[in-house]
């Protein structure tokens, strides 16, 4: 894949990648009077840039075909937006959801799912395993042992019966016993549920990401031209896209693990 640099002493160079290099070769160059003149950049490559954007729309239209991808070079648009660091915004809400698949939706309960379990005592909010000390006695119970803040044990037990993980906990003084259920075909479903929720919430995290730097991108439209935002724009997009893909595989798999 070819590179075409786009650059005018007068607006924001961009970097755009096309999908045939020859195309862009054969490209006329602008006659007198062509409307792209008038966007007050060099002449010549803003006419390549709007015949460039044409291409790209004409090829999304076409039938059996895939959007034209746009790659713009993030050093070149640091002035305006930060794309390694949106990208990393984005991956983040990706590892989040990586995290909670494996901490809290597991078939078979393990003590090391319950360690982050956050319990609400009098001095605020403690992961479980900041409170008491958790040992798994044999596959069918946990332990949780709350000798060093018994003050919390009633609040320990709520939280865990209240944690969404279909347990039971049984308190005897400053222990806690939690059995572990067993996996029937009703926990597995609703364990996918829960799997599907949350990937759900993770959608709309990257959502309010994508609105986020949109809107960073909008701020700018009196100082660039209509057609850097307008890539801009589409490359936040196609970066929404593809972390959105990134977890709908995410939660294929989760499912599949979950359903057996």
Partial sequence: MMAVALRCSRHLPALLYCSSFAVMRALPRA???????LLGACGQCAHQLLLTRQLATKK??????SQARVNISAALVEDIIDLEETKEDMQAVVEALKEDFSRNLSVRTSPGALDHIMVMTKDGKF??????QISQKSPQLIIVNMT???ESTAAATKAIRESGMNLNPEVDGTIIRVPVPKVTREHRENLAKLAKQSTNKSKEALRKVRNKNINQIKKFKNQVSEDTIWMLEKQIQQMTDSTTAEMDKLLAAKTKELLG
């Fill in 31 to 37: 006659p007198a009077g062509c409307p792209a003149l």
């Fill in 127 to 132: 992961p479980l395993n900041q409170l008491g």
């Fill in 60 to 65: 999304a239209k076409g039938k059996g075909q």
């Fill in 148 to 150: 060093d803040f018994p």
